[in-house]
């Protein structure tokens, strides 16, 4: 079993920070990418931001500019460094990993259960 664990959303005003982090824990032999995507009410789940396993970013060109992304290997753990929130950044976030649960195990995608990110005056 893997369980990815999501933290850190919440209510922010307009051009305020939050930092989002997800664990992942479990039956894990080695994780390729690790991420961020977000769904809104009415939308289809689109990507926010990936780094692979040697840290090299990806990001949504809503995102660039106010978004980072980092990764912690060691505790399998990744982050999302958000400044500069708008309204329209209002959504549900979801973890990502892509990982190999055993040695003899295929790449399978894992998704954590979501953490609301809500901003707002």
């Known amino acids: 079993q893997v369980q990815l664990v999501e933290s850190g959303g919440g209510l922010v005003q307009p051009g305020g920070s939050l930092r989002l982090s997800c664990a992942a824990s479990g039956s894990i032999f080695v994780i390729d990418a690790m991420g961020w995507y977000r769904q809104s009410p009415g939308k289809q789940r689109e990507l926010v931001a990936t780094?692979?396993?040697?840290?090299?970013?990806n990001y949504a060109d809503s995102v660039k500019g106010r978004f980072t992304i980092s990764r912690d290997n060691a505790k399998n753990t990744v982050y999302l460094q958000m400044n500069s929130l708008k309204p329209e950044d209002t959504a549900v976030y979801y973890c990502?990993?892509?990982?190999?649960?055993?040695?003899?195990?295929?790449?399978?995608?894992?998704w954590g259960q979501g953490t609301q990110v809500t901003v707002s005056s």
């Open positions: 780094a692979t396993s040697g840290d090299i970013p």
């Open positions: 990502n990993a892509r990982l190999r649960p055993s040695p003899w195990g295929t790449w399978r995608d894992y």
